[in-house]
């Protein structure tokens, strides 16, 4: 049931919490990342995302794997888009329910720290003045080393 | 027998190398940290990338010290902002 | 523009969402509390919230104005339904936005705590199977005392 | 001379009172603990009331030692489950 996804079309908040709905669960949490209309001081007209498309999905479904461990349900939808959007549009939804709240907040904010932390995404803003910039993002981790050859 | 590695590059770092990927040749045995010091001494914008990048090695994290095989996906992952 | 208020009439959580949306903030979070159909084993066909209303009003305008100094902004709604629920239906609302994504993270869950602890509003389970029973609750905080005679 | 002190019942309490509020005639400074026995001294369900329940007066939360006044509103305030 769980489902994490890139998408180039914009979010729709509703489904996304449609889409974890379940008679059984007591409570529900979404999570939306909009793009602001400032950044530091500088007025932003929009946002730019690009992903390593193939292993963005791979990460983020690991992501989400690992938050369903936390939450004890498979009731998780996790959409980040990509591509140019305006101030104002969503960038990441993050939909969960869980039979009680403590574990659907716990999951919910594992999900969009690791998301900051590993996903091989990349911003650019686009400033009302002119120009653009890479965003400076964080350090990802290192992997585990593949091991001697077979 | 050398090795033909595919290298992909994004955001900044695709901005520093003019193009989205690259095919390195590669000594056989070579490791990832082999391959980004390669790609450096090409010079120019090149030359501007890190010495040591993040990396990913067939769509995981990977580390520099890594052999490197036939066939293998490497790329440079500039510090991510997802979200 | 922080709002807190009890309903009768179903709550609207694209609504919520809507009421707290702010071009300079980059992070919106909705908690929903949802009927469910089933408690400690019980099958449950819907629950009666009831309110001491003018207290409960004020309790959680206090609850929110507590919140929004830990969320930095007032961009804060909250509704709490009363009356007769049925599985599924949405029984509270929280809807906050903020700049940053840890201040949204902390003024809701701790909405939802607040609400939990000293909200007066009490809920009777009625089971599939028929008869009903008032949830044991938590009990409230005493008051500070209204000291001597004026 | 005699206070009459209006007294909400809420949820389990309206239950055991049978009723959602009463008038209780209390003397000249007392407290709210004296409401609450009076109204257990009426004997039948309001025996079963609980001897030092949480209470409100005046719609915020009040001590059990609270001195009453004329035109006070106190709630007696079963344990809450909101949400």
Chains 1, 3 share one sequence.
């Not at chain 1, 998780?76 to 888009?81: L, M």
């Amino acid at each position: 049931m769980a489902r994490a996804v890139l998408v180039r079309e914009p979010i729709d908040p509703a489904r996304l919490l449609a889409s974890v709905e379940d008679d059984a669960h007591g409570a529900a949490l979404l999570f939306l990342g909009v793009v602001r209309d400032h950044v530091a001081g500088r007025a932003v007209r929009g946002i730019r995302y690009e992903a390593y498309e193939e292993m963005a999905a791979d990460v983020l479904g690991a992501i989400v794997t690992e938050a369903c461990r936390l939450l004890g349900t498979d009731r998780i939808t996790v959409e980040h888009r990509v591509g140019a959007l305006a101030v104002g549009e969503v960038s990441l939804g993050i939909a969960v329910s869980s039979p009680h709240r403590a574990e659907a907040y716990d999951a919910s904010r594992y999900i969009i720290e690791e998301v900051k932390r590993r996903l091989p995404v990349w911003k650019q803003e686009r400033y009302a003045e002119g120009g653009e910039a890479w965003v400076e993002g964080a350090l990802p981790p290192a992997g585990p080393g593949r091991g001697p050859r077979p | 027998m050398p090795l033909i590695v595919r290298t992909l590059f994004f955001a900044a770092y695709r901005d520093l190398a003019g193009e989205p990927s690259a095919e390195v040749e590669l000594p056989d045995g070579a490791r990832v940290s082999d391959l980004v010091a390669c790609l450096r001494e090409r010079g120019g914008a090149f030359a501007r990338l890190p010495p040591r990048p993040a990396v990913a090695l067939n769509r995981c994290y990977a580390s520099l010290e890594d052999e490197l095989r036939a066939g293998d996906e490497v790329a440079l992952i500039p510090p991510v902002a997802g979200g």
